[in-house]
């Protein structure tokens, strides 16, 4: 019989890893005291302490006051975050016509934000744009820089290496490392729909099992189980803009015919509604619906619970919204269930820059 894998938590892995618990307790509510934190945390007292000095010598952490206790004794002292203490930048490449970056607090509050036009470009004159973008935040920073996030369409491994992204027409592209080397700084790059959904969690308060569907010029979904972003073996989990939904549907330009895109895309969706303005909601349910047979076996394998729909207000509405959830419910209802909630996402359209705030804050400081 073949011996069990042991792993051993190196010293310095430990210590990393208490200090993500010790800060994301204070990220999450202000005005806690070092007992407090480690009775959240479970963490020693003696161990928080050392952990608190730390942050608040990096500046992430500092004392905000006395608690107002009327027991006898010493009060406590409060700890706040500082969400000055550091910028992040943020990119999101998703867009047809061009791209967006953002300086934000650690809270995720934007303090500027650039644009550069695509106008139509894609490969090196694409990277070309989305390095200058990144410099031109990088230099508009006015506190030390955390790092750099980047949500990009297509499939994107854990090295940051844009494997596919046929609109840019980027393949095999190491971009993570290339801006790394531009920037001299912290670089994390990920699929625009899974930096989206992290999003979700972090800045609209969603829950650690959730799917989010993008809706732009293509499809795509980021996926979290049990607070963990789903990659798939192979980097492409949530990739559902070519799944079949309809065998007798148009031609897509994968070389399928009747992929979700071709029904739920924004540029496919706006031009049927363009040709037939009269039926706006009808084509939009059609959509729903087909959106809804592409997600039922998701929902019904992973026992999921919250979908939140993002994609511009005039197509992320009640009847494309209502026709999915029908179709979803019809497909997976069972008497143990409770009643699926689809909602459209409350982050209009900064939520992969967003996202990308939130990637660099979970790789950087742990906080999730």
Request: hydrophobic letters at 45%.
């Amino acid at each position: 019989m073949q011996e069990p894998i042991r792993r051993t938590l190196r010293p310095e892995d430990a210590r990393r890893s208490n200090r993500a618990l010790v800060l994301q307790a204070i990220y999450n509510e202000s005005g806690l005291s070092r007992a407090d934190i480690a009775r959240a945390t479970g963490l020693t007292k003696v161990t928080v302490s050392d952990l608190v000095a730390e942050l608040i010598a990096a500046d992430l952490v500092a004392e905000a006051g006395t608690s107002g206790s009327t027991r006898p004794g010493k009060p406590s002292t409060l700890l706040g975050f500082n969400a000055a203490a550091r910028d992040i930048l943020a990119m999101d490449l998703s867009a047809r016509d061009q791209l967006r970056g953002a300086v934000l607090s650690l809270r995720g509050e934007p303090l500027l934000t650039r644009t550069r036009p695509l106008d139509g470009a894609f490969g090196d004159d694409a990277l070309a744009a989305a390095r200058e973008l990144a410099a031109e935040l990088r230099d508009a920073a006015t506190h030390p820089v955390l790092g750099l996030g980047v949500g990009t369409p297509g499939t994107v491994n854990t090295a940051g290496t844009v494997l596919a992204a046929p609109n840019l027409r980027w393949h095999n592209l190491p971009l993570q490392e290339i801006l790394h080397d531009d920037l001299d700084l912290p670089v994390r790059v990920e699929n625009d729909a899974n930096v989206a959904v992290l999003a979700e969690r972090r800045f609209a308060g969603g829950p650690d099992d959730l799917v989010r569907i993008q809706l732009s010029r293509g499809v795509g979904a980021g996926l979290l189980v049990g607070g963990r972003l789903v990659h798939g073996a192979t980097s492409d989990a949530g990739e559902i803009g070519h799944v079949v939904v309809d065998e007798a549907g148009g031609p897509c330009p994968c070389g399928k015919v009747g992929c979700l895109e071709t029904w739920a895309s924004v540029p496919a969706l706006t031009a049927r509604i363009q040709a037939d303005p009269t039926h706006s909601d009808t084509l939009l349910a059609e959509a729903g619906h087909r959106l809804g047979l592409a997600l039922a076996p998701v929902v019904g394998m992973l026992g999921l619970q919250h979908i939140v729909i993002g994609g511009p207000a005039t197509i992320a509405t009640a009847p494309l919204l209502d026709a999915a959830r029908d179709c979803i419910s019809e497909r997976t209802r069972s008497e143990f269930r409770p009643e699926l909630e689809l909602t459209a996402s409350p982050l209009g359209a900064d939520a992969v820059l967003l996202g990308a705030a939130a990637l660099v804050l979970l790789g950087e400081l742990g906080i999730g």
